[in-house]
């Protein structure tokens, strides 16, 4: 039996109740300002801006792009997530640790690099590309997770039905991942519909470029929001289609005791084939832009400015580090609620707390603005105000860890611990919350990974005076002066690099405990 909490088996607690609603209370703020904003020049505008032929076109441009990148993602996460964990290609584990490393950069900063070295890449096809290498870990995370918790019984017993190994693999396997798969391809495509740095870098009128255009430019803030809903529509068929695919997808066991290693399918002298794909990716990701980058530095010489750059990274450090660690104890009471207590209020609190995620984060930031004006005044211009804004902006993706690492751990030994005597939150704390926590850990690594890269939101919403290495990096970058933005760009890549590593390492070792 699984160690997901299957069906609701109590009303959930108002300890976990009332603070998940209002973190999804939180998240929806953006959507008041939405509205508001959209309807101040009456439905009539509203109806005639989502009749334009321009916003189909845009429409059936950003739709596209979503497509394209997911589409991608999917086929190359699932593809080297089953590389590292169901066959004997050799260096596997190293394989999956430097899979994960684009995670760690920017888009817009590799599809500045991408243009600085072909600068005929612009346009769709590069936008698409750039998306796609910066997107394609978060699928091959989740998927390596799952694969290294399905039940190698299920897949012996197919086996001895006369199944084949790839066979088992495509019927048996990634069935039982189809949860992990959905749930990674779903943060790719709302990242892909909120994304602005890419799109701008690469000139591809998207959804975000376009809106970021009209509230900057303050001519049609109107059109603006009523953009951004479209996207909220959007957003929401996602979780939606996201919800139904995971369906009772959740891995189970038919076996009891330890863990088994899974077999694994031998590649034979297709094993050179095999690892071309991977290397080939690495080498679009991480090689070329690693070279262009090698060359803007060697022209940096002496435009190095050493203070401003221990400054932007002093500021980078805590603040992601704090909005890190708000995003994960807030997404805590939703995450346990979300694995434990499935009934259709909790899906509702869960599928509201993604819609801001699902929006352009330039929404974000002009919300969070005019809420600091009108209500939180004292904090406006100031660190909370952006740390709050990030915590709106990421919540989903600590929430989505939470659920994961909490489903995995056995609800029959927090069961025998409260029949032992201890109250719920001693039982889920002793045994839930231990199981659990390197999960946690995982999502509050991703949050302040994505932190650390954020754009759009510092951009309008960092303290005056305070600058962080991707406000640097932009301004820079968005003017060519690649010289003068490589230091910021080194920095970023470096000190990315920790948390990705954290959260490649943990998804190896799972894999080494579970298939080795």
């Known amino acids: 039996m699984s160690g997901s909490a299957g069906p609701a088996r109590a009303r959930p607690p108002a300890l976990l109740l009332l603070p998940a609603v209002l973190v999804a209370a939180c998240t929806l703020v ?31 441009r950003s739709l596209m792009l979503v497509g394209v990148v997911t589409a991608a993602c999917v086929v190359l996460g699932v593809g080297l997530a089953v590389l590292v964990t169901r066959t004997d290609l050799r260096g596997r584990r190293v394989l999956a640790v430097a ?13 500045y690099l991408w243009v600085s070295a072909f600068p005929q890449v612009a346009g769709f096809w590069g936008a698409a590309l750039v998306l796609t290498l910066v997107s394609y870990p978060l699928v091959l995370l989740t998927t390596t997770a799952a694969l290294a ?3 190698p019984a299920q897949e012996e017993v197919a086996r001895s039905l006369g199944l084949g190994g790839w066979a088992v693999l495509f ?49 049609n803030p109107s059109r603006a929001a009523v953009l951004s809903l479209v996207l909220m529509v959007f957003a929401i068929a996602l979780v939606v289609a996201e919800h139904r695919a ?28 095999a690892l071309a794909a991977p290397v080939a990716v690495l080498a679009a990701a991480v090689v070329v832009p690693g070279v262009e980058l090698a060359g803007w530095l060697l022209t940096a010489g002496p435009r190095w400015d050493f203070g401003e750059w221990v400054a932007a990274l002093g500021s980078t450090v805590w603040l992601s580090v704090v909005a890190a660690a708000a995003a994960t104890a807030a997404a805590l009471p939703l995450g346990v609620l979300a694995a434990r207590h499935r009934d259709r209020a909790t899906r509702t609190l869960e599928g509201a707390s993604y819609v801001a995620h699902g929006l352009p984060a330039i929404v974000i930031a002009i919300s969070m ?23 709106v902006l990421f919540v989903p ?51 302040l990974l994505t932190c650390m890269k954020e754009l759009p939101v510092t951009l309008l919403l960092h303290p005056t005076g305070t600058d962080t290495l991707a406000t640097r990096l932009w301004g820079y970058s968005s003017v060519s002066d690649y010289a003068a933005a490589a230091p910021y760009a080194a920095a970023l890549l470096l000190f990315a690099t920790a948390p990705t590593a954290i959260l490649s390492v943990w998804s190896t070792n799972t894999v080494a405990v579970h298939s080795d």
């Open 369 to 391: 603005v005019s809420l600091g004006v009108v209500l939180l005044r004292p904090i406006y211009q100031r660190e909370p105000l952006l740390i709050l804004a990030y915590t």
């Open 246 to 273: 995971r369906g009772l997808a959740a891995a189970s066991r038919i076996g009891g005791g330890t863990p088994r290693p899974a077999p694994l399918n031998r590649l034979g002298h297709w094993r050179w084939a």
């Open 30 to 60: 953006p959507l008041v300002y939405l509205v508001e904003r959209a309807l101040e020049r009456g439905w009539a505008f509203v109806i005639d801006e989502l009749f334009q032929p321009r916003t189909a076109a845009l429409v059936v």
């Open 397 to 447: 993706m600590a929430i989505g860890s939470i659920r994961a690492a909490v489903e995995s751990a056995p609800i029959r030994l927090e069961e025998v611990a409260r029949s032992l005597g201890r109250s719920p939150l001693r039982a889920f704390g002793g045994v839930t919350a231990r199981v659990a926590l390197p999960g946690i850990a995982a999502g509050a690594a991703l949050v």
């Open 171 to 219: 019927r048996v396997t990634l069935r039982q991942s189809r949860a992990a798969i959905a749930a990674g391809a779903l943060l790719v495509a709302l990242y892909v519909l909120s994304d602005f740095g890419a799109v701008a870098a690469m000139r591809f009128e998207a959804f975000t470029w376009v809106i970021y255009g009209a509230y900057r430019s303050g001519f």
């Open 99 to 111: 899979a994960a490393l684009p995670l760690a950069m920017p888009s817009y900063l590799l599809a």
């Open 149 to 151: 918790r399905v039940d």
